[in-house]
């Protein structure tokens, strides 16, 4: 009944939706739920040690007998600049003493690590059916070390452009990433999020420039965005946000409750929390210093000084320093169990695009 079966087939799913790769707010507990739902499960990796992956994937496997998708980040590693880190922690300086912290005190760098030769042994040695990356593509060997073992490669564009690049260096699916979308924007051949197209603008235009299958990501949260994508030339599509407020999802309380009073006029694209640019629920960091500001370190050093903040304002109840990353969609997410959501999803799009192909 799907009108494009192609990444069904190649997944070897029931239905073709993806769980975005969500790090730091999820683990192989939403990964197995979403798999028993018929979708394709995703373990977001860049901030896992090659130990922690592999853990993870093994309790993966030991639950369920589905494919899964391993995600990476592969931008290009930035050291930190001392200059730049002292003008951030004197920019954090007021929240620092209003939490009683030192601001010159040693902090743990930032755990955002890009694909690596280590990380390729892993995945060589794991075999999962998809890999995907965030950020472009790693370097041509890697890359072919991945395809090597069979994997299907996945990787997310924000512009037309990206995808036609993605798609002539290797990518054997194009995730379609929208302005609208949650997380980190995936862009790489360009900075400007001002002309970041929105899901339902990009996701037509990928399609007619490419041959490869194309998923749709940003903004989709229930049967119907579902099914306009599908009549958009979708393949598929990806769903991060909606899953976020699941019993399987690792929000805390305190981020629970503010996904869920979360508006439409909620979210914005900050660099503030890592350096480079995400969408994410406001929190008040993100108002009072950004959204988007020039002293945030690049991408990951921004977050290394806001670590103990975070820490410090969670045990007073508060996300006034967490990054609760999320889409334009949040209002639309659901508390229930991942497994019965992805059915759910799954059922009223095939009621949709059923009712739309009979009109």
Not at 45 to 71: D, F, T, W, Y
Not at 263 to 278: F, H, K, L, Q, W
Request: glycine share 8%; aromatic share 6%; net charge neutral.
């Amino acid at each position: 009944m799907w009108p494009d079966r192609r990444l069904i087939d190649r997944f070897k799913t029931e239905f073709p939706i993806v769980l975005a790769p969500m790090a730091g707010v999820m683990d192989a507990e939403l990964v197995i739920a979403v798999a028993q739902g018929g979708g394709l499960g995703s373990l977001p990796c860049a901030m896992l040690s090659a130990e922690k992956a592999r853990e993870q994937v093994n309790i993966i496997r030991q639950r369920v007998s589905a494919p899964v998708n391993l995600n990476f980040f592969c931008h290009k590693a930035v050291d930190a600049d001392p200059a730049r880190e002292a003008t951030w922690r004197q920019r954090l300086a007021p929240y620092y003493r209003e939490h009683g912290l030192d601001p010159n005190a040693p902090i743990n760098a930032a755990n955002r690590a890009p694909f690596d030769a280590a990380f390729c042994a892993v995945v060589e040695e794991l075999k999962p059916e998809v890999v995907s990356f965030h950020f472009g593509l790693p370097e041509p060997k890697l890359l072919q070390r991945v395809k090597g073992m069979g994997a299907i490669v996945m990787s997310s564009a924000t512009t037309v452009k990206e995808a036609i690049w993605l798609e002539e260096n290797g990518a054997d699916v194009i995730i379609a990433q929208g302005a609208d979308a949650g997380g980190h924007r995936a862009m790489f051949l360009t900075d400007d999020i001002a002309e970041q197209p929105g899901t339902f603008s990009l996701l037509p235009q990928v399609v007619d420039a490419v041959k490869v299958p194309v998923v749709a990501a940003g903004g989709i949260a229930d049967g119907r965005g579902i099914a306009a994508a599908f009549a958009l030339g979708a393949s598929a599509v990806q769903i991060g946000t909606a899953y976020l407020r699941c019993p399987e999802s690792k929000v805390t309380a305190q981020g629970r409750v503010a996904l869920a009073q979360a508006s439409d006029e909620s979210t914005v694209i900050t660099n503030v929390m890592t350096g480079r640019p995400a969408r994410g629920v406001a929190n008040r960091v993100m108002r009072e210093v950004g959204p988007i500001s020039p002293d945030a370190p690049a991408f990951p050093h921004a977050a290394t000084a806001l670590g103990p903040l975070k820490a410090a304002a969670e045990k007073q109840g508060k996300v006034d320093f967490t990054n609760l990353w999320a889409g334009q969609a949040v209002r639309m997410g659901k508390e229930m169990p991942a497994a019965e959501l992805t059915r759910a999803l799954a059922g009223a799009a095939l009621v949709r695009m059923g009712a739309l192909s009979q009109a």
